[in-house]
């Protein structure tokens, strides 16, 4: 496998045939993200910033994808590891705070609350251990600077 993996993806403000961005208050915060071969994605600024709220946001995404790569690597590890996993849903949650040092707006964590079931007869102590090594194979969770907490649930069998 190389070392190295391009992505890309194309944005274009949709807003602007609602107008074009005269002052802060009043312009559109609709964009659209197209990536080649799939359905393209909606978007805007997320409320709190004059956005839409039915229509996905940037901070919806960043949680969206560190639960996603979160759940990916831990499937991958499993997997490896010979542990049946039969469900896995997670209600990851990010918080944004002021840093008044830098003066920006910025994530200050994300908290991934998975709950997966094993099959029957599972090794539940080496399921929770995988959850930790989860974020290290985590290739979102790698390039955040920001903390990343895990706070699994396992039952098995049910």
């Known amino acids: 496998m190389s070392s190295t993996h391009h992505f890309a993806a194309h944005l274009v403000w949709t807003g602007a045939s609602n107008g074009p961005v005269r002052d802060y208050e009043s312009y559109s915060r609709e964009f659209e993200v197209e990536i080649d071969g799939k359905p393209a994605l909606k978007g805007s600024a997320a409320p709190p910033f004059r956005g839409l709220s039915h229509l996905h946001n940037p901070e919806d995404l960043l ?3 560190l639960s996603s790569c979160h759940c990916l690597s831990y499937l991958a590890l499993c997997a490896r590891a010979r542990i049946v996993v039969e469900a896995y849903e997670d209600d990851a949650t990010g918080t944004m705070a002021f840093d008044r040092v830098a003066k920006v707006m910025r994530f200050t964590e994300v908290v991934l609350r998975p709950k997966v ?3 029957a007869g599972a090794d539940v102590d080496k399921a929770r251990a995988l959850h930790e090594n989860a974020p290290h194979e ?3 969770a790698n390039s955040v600077n920001f903390p990343v907490r895990n706070e ?3 039952t098995v069998g049910g």
């Open 63 to 65: 949680v969206a994808a």
């Open 117 to 119: 079931r094993l099959a």
């Open 138 to 140: 985590c290739f979102i």
């Open 152 to 154: 699994p649930t396992i």
